[in-house]
């Protein structure tokens, strides 16, 4: 049996919008102890992810969100395999992949999240070919 997106993924999910700011997101990573945050519009679709990352640079707190905002933001539907989003990852060299369903936004998975399921199952290296 394959693990499923559902089963990892964090939530609650926090999201943010465009209009809010730098010392929102930072707040709201802080208390809840994540390091990234889906940037959702009006009818809770995708609209961009801020991660601690953009939120290094000397930032003014009155900064609005879409001025760091990274717009393109990959996703994956919560009912895929957990290899999925890992390839996506892996592929688009990102640790954060927004969970979705019918495209609104239901969760977050983080690469941790997948070493967490490798860990749980005692993942065990297949020797090389010789």
């Avoid at 609650?12 to 809840?32: D, G, N």
Wanted: proline fraction near 5%; charge should be positive; avoid cysteine.
């Amino acid at each position: 049996m394959s693990a499923k997106i559902s089963d990892l993924m964090q939530t609650p999910v926090f999201t943010l919008q465009r209009h809010h700011t730098v010392a929102r997101a930072r707040k709201l990573m802080q208390e809840h102890a994540i390091s990234a945050v889906p940037i959702v519009g009006p009818e809770d679709e995708l609209a961009g992810i801020v991660s601690k990352t953009d939120l290094l640079a000397d930032l003014k707190d009155a900064t609005p969100l879409s001025n760091i905002m990274a717009e393109h933001t990959w996703s994956v539907p919560q009912y895929n395999d957990a290899h999925v989003a890992a390839r996506v990852m892996r592929k688009h060299g990102v640790h954060h992949v927004v969970v979705t369903h019918e495209k609104k936004v239901v969760g977050v998975i983080s690469a941790m999240d997948l070493l967490q399921l490798v860990e749980n199952h005692r993942f065990v290296m297949k020797p090389g070919a010789k």
